[in-house]
């Protein structure tokens, strides 16, 4: 897992290892500090030498200065190699996700990724930071403040050791209970996101039911699990900095206590036992160790809550796409040909097969009619023609040949998708129009929105061509956001425009306007249409009835009135509604 966390940290790598180097000076300055002031007490107080303290304190003066140098360039690098990881981190996560196939969407949902390039992706950071500074102070801080007590007394230093073993367990058992708490809570935040998410997004559905006190309630649920979950892990936690205490201000009193003894019993004499100015320096190497001991205590907390954070991160980094390249990939699609052989899919291993034994063969500039109930297959089927999705036996043919032998971007590039869910980004209908072909020119833009009947629309708008849609298209309305996504389509002069239920939001007439345009405009262009009006694909020249996951008639308008009884029925019921309306 570290290892492959380590990977963003590329060109930060240098400000990485500088840091712990930033550091290392710093701890030696700071920990020869207590031997001066020693020298200090012991040879220019005791002795009341003027110049002798003169120089050790210009000496005192120079190390702490230059410690507190050394102190600011650990601080700036470690910022700098903290933030450049975290901003690698996010980049390797959000590239991975844009390589995700749809069954690797399936398996994480919106909130949980939004949380994990967000708060995971902070405390790993924070951890990172520590790690690189705090986690290599503190240890080197405990050794040579060890060091240097063990050279004042080795008798006294001994009581240091016998705390370590206490300490040691503790900490272990704290990481250990506190550990799952965390990855529990992590994963109730992918729940709150989601809430939050939803609710935000249904807001008009929220406000017409009158749920605002339901979605509080939920709120507040979630809301409260997180609340309880971090407090019970705190409180685990906060056992760590009594633990420390007690054992460290035990270690005082007891080098106190022996320590003034030692240095009654020598008359404060060097060469016979101990000195003032060795306690005094003993006691900051205790305070030293104390101040280390404290810094690891809150690295193990950050990486205690950093550790869940890692583990989920590693999972969006290490997910791979389903749907890859095949090793020498076919570069162009020859034509709209669309072929599907004994095709059966389903949306995962286990899971429930929603299309069996599909036949149908379309050929290039085919306009193609699917109707059928909810559940019935339709969207599923095709999705599989620009490869959203694998097929689970049988193949999908485009041009003639398999859509796996394909360059994906090749395939996807010769085939346009209007989906159900019409989405459109922040910014200007002319940067959503040229999602299709970045660069169309403003008379390629004009011409496919008349040919998708939104130019009338976007006339009326004050600003034209360089109206600002909102996030979601929240300023259109669902006919003008259904017209602009089809003028988007369109502009990718596609080989095969599949339009999965695209033209329900317009009216009968609107809709008419634009299978005309297909037909007169892009004749070569195989055209797919879902639809649940029939009148949407009564002029198609073929028509597919699904049902049940199968194809269960296939013919022309006319043929299927006598036929199918399906089609009949459902024609039957549309037309007899229009007539009484």
């Not at 040579?144 to 040691?168: K, T």
């Not at 149908?360 to 500039?365: A, E, V």
Request: glycine content about 6%.
């Amino acid at each position: 897992m570290l290892k492959r966390m380590a990977k963003s940290i590329r060109e930060y790598k240098r400000d990485a290892l500088l840091t712990p180097l930033f550091v290392a000076f710093e701890v030696i300055l700071e920990t020869t500090i207590p031997l001066l002031m020693a020298d200090l007490i012991d040879f220019g107080i005791d002795n009341g030498d003027m110049n002798y303290i003169l120089k050790m304190g210009l000496a005192l003066v120079i190390c702490a200065m230059i410690s507190l140098a050394f102190g600011v360039l650990a601080g700036r690098t470690a910022a700098n190699a903290s933030a450049g990881f975290a901003r690698n981190l996010r980049q390797d996560m959000y590239h991975n996700v844009q390589g995700f196939s749809f069954s690797s969407i399936d398996r994480f949902s919106t909130a949980s990724l939004v949380t994990r390039l967000t708060t995971d992706v902070t405390n790993v950071q924070n951890a990172f930071q520590m790690t690189i500074r705090m986690a290599f102070r503190a240890p080197m801080m405990l050794f040579f403040s060890m060091f240097m007590s063990f050279r004042i007394s080795p008798s006294l230093s001994m009581i240091f050791l016998c705390c370590a073993p206490v300490l040691g367990v503790g900490l272990f058992l704290i990481m250990n209970k506190a550990h799952p708490i965390f990855e529990r809570v992590f994963h109730t935040y992918d729940r709150l996101n989601n809430i939050v998410q939803e609710n935000v997004r249904g807001m008009r559905v929220v406000k017409s039911y009158v749920r605002e006190a339901h979605e509080e309630e939920k709120f507040d649920k979630v809301s409260g699990e997180i609340y309880s979950d971090f407090s019970k892990a705190e409180r685990t936690l906060a056992f760590n900095m009594p633990l420390m205490q007690l054992c460290m201000y035990v270690c005082m009193l007891l080098i106190s206590w022996f320590g003034a003894r030692a240095i009654v019993a020598s008359g404060n004499n060097p060469a016979v036992g101990m000195t003032t100015g060795q306690l005094m320096s003993l006691l900051t190497y205790i305070m030293q160790i104390l101040m280390s001991l404290m810094m690891l205590s809150m690295v193990f907390v950050m990486i205690t809550i950093s550790r869940a954070s890692c583990e989920r991160i590693v999972e969006v980094l290490d997910e791979k796409s389903d749907i890859t390249n095949p090793v020498e990939p076919l570069e162009t699609v020859p034509n709209g040909d669309i072929d599907f052989d004994n095709v059966s899919f389903s949306y995962g291993k286990g899971k429930k097969v929603c299309l069996k034994d599909i036949n149908l063969h379309i050929h290039s500039g085919e306009t193609i009619g699917i109707l059928g109930g909810t559940g019935t297959g339709k969207s599923s089927l095709v999705q599989l023609i620009p490869r959203l999705y694998d097929v689970l036996e049988g193949s999908v043919k485009v041009g003639g040949h398999d859509v796996r032998e394909y360059d994906l971007e090749a395939l996807r590039g010769a085939v346009a998708m209007v989906l159900q869910k019409n989405v459109l980004f922040s910014g200007t209908i002319k940067e959503n129009l040229r999602w299709g072909d970045a660069n169309a020119s403003d008379e390629e833009l004009v011409r496919v929105c008349k040919l998708a009947q939104a130019d009338e629309f976007i006339s009326t708008f004050p600003d034209g061509y360089d109206t600002y849609i909102e996030q979601g298209g929240s300023n259109v309305s669902g006919g003008q956001k259904q017209r602009l996504c089809i003028a988007r389509a369109l502009l990718k002069k596609p080989k095969i425009l599949i339009l999965d239920d695209s033209t329900s939001a317009v009216d009968t007439k609107t809709d008419a306007l634009i299978r005309r345009a297909f037909r007169e405009e892009i004749p070569d262009t195989t055209k797919i249409i879902i639809a649940q009006r029939v009148s949407s694909v009564m002029d198609a020249d073929k028509i597919v009835v699904m049902g049940g996951g199968t194809i269960v008639d296939f013919g022309t308008h006319d043929e299927l009135m006598k036929s199918s009884d399906i089609y009949r029925e459902v024609y039957e019921s549309q037309t007899k509604g229009a007539e009484e309306a």
